[in-house]
């Protein structure tokens, strides 16, 4: 088998892949349909076309749309069951999947109604052999008090649920809002014995990167790509061996970089930081977790020893003891 039918089928974890963003185009027609929501596209090939992104702002202006037609407990548990048959598909054993609730209850959608939807269906793919776990993210470009309301909401399922519901994260627009504003709620995260995980350095300067450390004491990077501007905060991520959970597709479709050819995964690698590859938004940026192995893997002809690093990288950095390749083979 060539390099990349053996990454496709090797065993990976999958740590960064936002729900809402595994939402396919046919099943958000499906869903405003039975919904009765209306959408700015009449047609699913008109949606399709509009996935031409130009930072991550322009995508998150769609991405936040087309969340608009979950209503439903059903809905959340059809969304996450088509993730995890795609999962599984490739080679995915450990899922850590981010949510985003304040794009939910924003809308008058409670946590009784998206958490069991979840869990429902994580629960079914524990039969497939995927474990899973969920992570809260808080949207930074809304107050901090907002982020602090919805962690007191929160609570209560973090409680009922310690299984599934195991940390919080940070996502949404980056640049102008830095992880000192979430500094207070990741600190009572901490307290309440949550993980903690931070967009940074996706879009935003690497300054960003040393606060999701310092302040809010994150346990993994998510992109974390230009921390190839900082050399002493790459010696650092690599001393500390710190995750980065990098998502290639998703870089150069919000035109992180203009090339997969130019991403600097290779850099990353050979200066020894612990990186990743993960999916972010697979159905807006082209694929699932296999098609962006096969991206770096033709781009930057990546090394057959590169990809089993990468690979054990994912199950080395979950939140759980995933087997290492020694017990896998
Ligand atoms: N929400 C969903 N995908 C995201 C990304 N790549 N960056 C920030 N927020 C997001
Ligand atoms: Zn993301």
Known sequence: PSLIEKVSRAPKAELHVHIEGTLEPELIFKLAQRNNVPLAWPTVDDLRLAYQFT??????????????????????YEMTSAYLDNACQNGVIHAEIFFDPQSHTSRGIGFDVFIPGMIRALENAREKGISTQLIMCFLRHLPESDALK???????????HPEWL???????????????????????????GLRRVAHAGEEGPVEYI????????????????????????????????????????????????????????RE??????????????????????????????????????????????????????????????
């Open 55 to 76: 930072s991550l702002q322009s995508f998150l202006d769609i991405y936040y749309a087309g969340t608009s037609v979950l209503q439903t407990e059903d809905d959340f």
């Open 150 to 160: 919805t962690f007191a909401d929160s609570r209560e399922w973090f409680s009922r």
């Open 166 to 192: 195991t940390g919080v994260g940070l996502d949404s627009s980056e640049n102008g809002n830095p992880p000192e504003k979430f500094a207070r709620v990741f600190a009572r995260a901490k307290a309440a």
């Open 210 to 265: 040393w606060q999701a450390l310092q302040l809010l004491d994150s346990e993994r990077i998510d992109h974390g790509v230009r921390s190839l501007d900082d050399p002493d905060l790459i010696a650092h991520l690599s001393d500390t061996q710190m995750p980065l959970t990098v998502c290639p597709l998703s870089n150069v479709k919000l035109r992180v970089f203009d090339t997969m050819a130019d991403h600097n995964l």
């Open 268 to 329: 990353l690698l050979q200066a020894g930081v612990n990186v990743t590859i993960n999916s972010d938004d697979p159905a807006y940026f082209g694929g699932h977790v296999n098609a962006n192995y096969e991206s770096v893997i033709d781009a930057l002809q990546l090394t057959e020893s590169e990809c089993y690093t990468l690979l054990e990288n994912s199950l080395m950095s979950a939140f759980v003891d995933t087997p290492t390749r020694e017990q896998m083979v």
